[in-house]
């Protein structure tokens, strides 16, 4: 592009500075609409919220400069600080990982010249389709102690089921499965990206004797990393935010064992209108989902292979 | 010898491959079954041990007293209204700011490209507090201008992407020529771009109806009065009201809400996988 603009800039000189510049009001007149949202409803709200961790802005939007006041809370006051931290990062370390494993096997699978792919595909992204209120509710449901059908099941092969959400131990696992439940759309990003793995590579590879194993860790595994890459980052920005369905299913409980990060920031602004804290809240997950995918970056050197 | 075990090997293989992808599918589909079942009894039969699958009296009740026990007519007649005018707005101004994307140079373009990139990976919550206290000057809190406004600003940097994408694959000569023919740029994004990505809008749309549809987060953040509830905080509403006890109404009114989601998915199937293969293709 740049090697473009420079070639024509010696050729044109003043007919292509008459393009150039229709080219760039033309450029801001179609991505005004985007521009304004950006200018507005992002890059203000960062600025806003920066300053606003350091008031103690109410609901109604007045407040005073109060210093350190809100970090000085989180880190001494508020009981719930570290809680809903390590509770949400708990819950991004049991996902995130699973999320990848899970969809990188079956879209393996899915990839090995299958009969009724399209049947399967379907299936596999219906859940991630209909995710919302009445999926979570439903598995509400399925997870209920006495007359669930998970624990029904269960009793089937003998296991006597737990309390999935009424018990501290089991219950952010059981948001960690209804997650895992709705992977849809990571599944199909991961089948697009080893069917775009050329079969010459697997050809050649058997010509050498590779077996199928073989090939899966040599052929397919590290030409699938930039794929995985991408699903990784992703998934760990969207796994930091959850809420929905901790919220619903156990409002945070029991013992606060399913209270968030993004729930804490939630409950703190909106329910108790303190919009100063709530911005505190809102950077330090903001920070440290950052930082995490900064490392998942820097990382990326070592373990994605790119092609060309 | 060797060959005919390898051969042996491969077909048991093959069957561990359906095997796994038919217990996959199990766990996908029978949650769903399991709803249908249990929308379809009575209280007594709900709470059965050993639960039946096959309901023994099947009953309707569950659909018309779940439906009565809130304004459920009304929280749909709002999502309708959300999601079309939100899907509207998304479809329009993607569309148009990744064209500019795709085919307009200014000096910043390459800075502004790089920053919307970012954007998608900016958790919301950074964002929504200081958004919250400007909706709330402009005396937008309940209602459904949170919902739809920020659609009709470019729609999502995901779906610019899209567009931005789609439109960079298409040959310039196509504009070029059209350009000589005295087409205005305008033009040649409605009769010559547009036409050309029909599959992009059509995975836009439907997936950004789905995800108006159900949208939880930002109409509990922004929506007030029961009157403007939409089916997702109904549902809400109506689980932590009724919860536990009456499960057999939960599931129908449940159902009743996927529905349409359903729908869309059945005849827009293809659309949704398009449009999810197309996110992944450049990491």
């Known amino acids: 592009m740049n090697a473009l603009g420079t070639a024509s800039r010696k050729q044109g000189g003043r007919r292509y500075s008459a393009k150039a510049r229709r080219d760039a009001l033309n450029f801001y007149i179609y991505t005004s609409p985007w521009l304004f949202g950006f200018l507005v409803l992002t890059l203000y709200p960062i600025v806003s919220s920066f300053w606003l961790m350091f008031t103690d802005t109410t609901l109604a939007g007045t407040g005073k400069f109060v210093g350190l006041a809100n970090w000085v809370y989180a880190f001494r006051t508020d009981p719930l600080f570290f809680t809903v931290f390590k509770n949400t990062i708990k819950y991004v370390l049991m996902y995130v990982p699973s999320c990848l494993v899970i969809s990188f096997v079956l879209a393996l699978l899915l990839s090995r010249n299958i009969k009724f792919l399209g049947f399967f595909r379907t299936v596999f992204y219906l859940p991630y389709v209909t995710a919302g209120v ?3 509710i ?4 399925l997870y209920n102690a006495e007359v ?3 624990n029904y099941v269960l009793s089937l092969v003998g296991i006597d089921g737990p309390n999935w959400l009424g018990d501290p131990k089991y219950a952010m696992i059981s948001i960690v499965i209804l997650s895992l439940w709705t992977i849809g759309n990571n599944i199909i990003i991961m089948l697009a990206g080893i069917q775009d793995i050329p079969s010459s590579y697997y050809e050649s590879a058997r010509i050498d004797g590779a077996n199928e194993l073989q090939c899966v860790f040599h052929i397919t595994l590290p030409l699938s990393t930039p794929t995985i890459y991408f699903n990784l980052v992703v998934t760990t920005i969207g796994a930091f935010q959850i809420f929905d369905q901790p919220y619903i299913l156990t409002g945070g409980g029991p013992m606060n064992a399913t209270y968030t990060v993004a729930m804490h920031m939630f409950r703190n602004a909106f329910e108790y209108g303190k919009m100063g804290y709530g911005a505190a809240i809102a950077w330090g997950l903001f920070i440290i989902a950052m930082a995490l ?3 998942i970056q820097w990382s990326s050197k070592r373990w994605v292979f790119y092609d060309h | 010898m060797h060959a005919r075990r390898a051969i042996v090997f491969r077909r048991m293989g093959r069957v561990a491959v359906y095997l796994i992808l038919i217990a996959a599918t199990l766990v996908c589909i029978f949650p769903f079954l399991w709803m249908v079942s249990t929308a379809f009894k009575t209280m007594a039969e709900v709470y059965r041990i050993p639960p039946t699958f096959i309901p023994r009296k099947p009953t309707l009740e569950n659909f018309s007293k779940g439906w009565g026990y809130a304004d459920f007519t009304t929280f749909t007649k709002n999502t309708i209204f959300v999601a079309l005018t939100a899907t509207l707005g998304t479809v329009l101004s993607s569309s148009f700011v990744g064209y500019g994307f795709a085919r307009f140079r200014s000096r910043l373009s390459g800075l502004l490209e790089t920053v919307l990139l970012g954007t998608m990976i900016l958790p919301v919550q950074i964002t929504l507090i200081p958004q919250y206290l400007l909706f709330h000057k402009l005396g937008w809190i309940d209602t459904y201008w949170p919902l739809i406004v920020p659609s009709w600003l470019g729609g999502g940097a995901f779906n610019i992407f899209l567009f931005i994408q789609f439109f960079k694959t298409l ?9 000589i023919d005295g087409a205005s740029s305008f033009q040649v994004y409605t009769q010559i771009m547009l036409p050309t990505v029909r599959p992009v809008l059509l995975a836009v749309t439907v997936m950004s109806l789905v995800y108006h549809w159900r949208d939880f987060f930002l ?8 009157n403007k ?3 997702s905080i109904g549902l809400q509403f109506f689980q932590s009201a009724y919860g536990n006890v009456r499960i057999g109404m939960m599931m129908a009114v ?3 809400a996927l529905l349409p989601v359903l729908v869309i998915f059945a005849f827009a199937q293809r659309y949704f996988i398009q449009g999810i293969k197309l996110s992944g293709l450049k990491s």
């Open chain 1, 138 to 141: 439903l598995w509400g449901w």
């Open chain 1, 293 to 295: 995918t900064v490392l």
């Open chain 2, 229 to 231: 509830y939409t089916i």
């Open chain 2, 219 to 226: 109409p509990l953040v922004y929506l007030n009065s029961m």
């Open chain 1, 134 to 136: 009445a999926v979570t």
């Open chain 1, 148 to 150: 669930g059908l998970i």
């Open chain 2, 171 to 179: 040959p310039k000569e196509l504009d070029e020529a059209a350009t």
């Open chain 2, 254 to 256: 449940s159902l009743l």
